[in-house]
């Protein structure tokens, strides 16, 4: 019987939880919730001017390293990526989420900033 890891699996729940949350992602009616070890729902704390601006700091710096990551993908990664930008748009009989749709197009924006390095 082959031994099973832990932490792998772990993750495996981590991954299939946050997979199963992707079609809520910026349309999900009422309070922005933190997830929690024991499936119970927290109201996420208030975040304060400070927190705001560090949080926008790690978000640009994150982006340009996507981006230098992505000026050295192959191209059937870059296909890949502009795939999962079309898989979060909002598909038919959907209604349209203003966050979602602009999601998709930073995606792509992202893609081809990326384009200036390769």
Known sequence: ?????????????????ALSRW???????????????DKEQ?????????????LRVRVIALENLLISLLATASNE???LAREMAGY????????DHPL????????????ERSSRFR
């Open 1 to 17: 019987m082959p031994s099973q890891n832990p932490e792998a699996s772990s993750r495996a729940i981590q991954r299939r939880e």
């Open 23 to 37: 079609d809520n992602e910026g349309g999900a009616a009422g309070p922005v919730m933190a997830p929690t070890g």
């Open 88 to 95: 979060i748009s909002p598909r038919p009989g959907f209604t």
């Open 42 to 54: 927290m109201p996420a704390p208030d975040m304060s001017n400070t927190d705001l601006v560090a």
């Open 77 to 79: 990664q870059l296909e």
């Open 100 to 111: 979602t749709v602009h999601a998709a197009a930073h995606m792509i924006d992202l893609i």
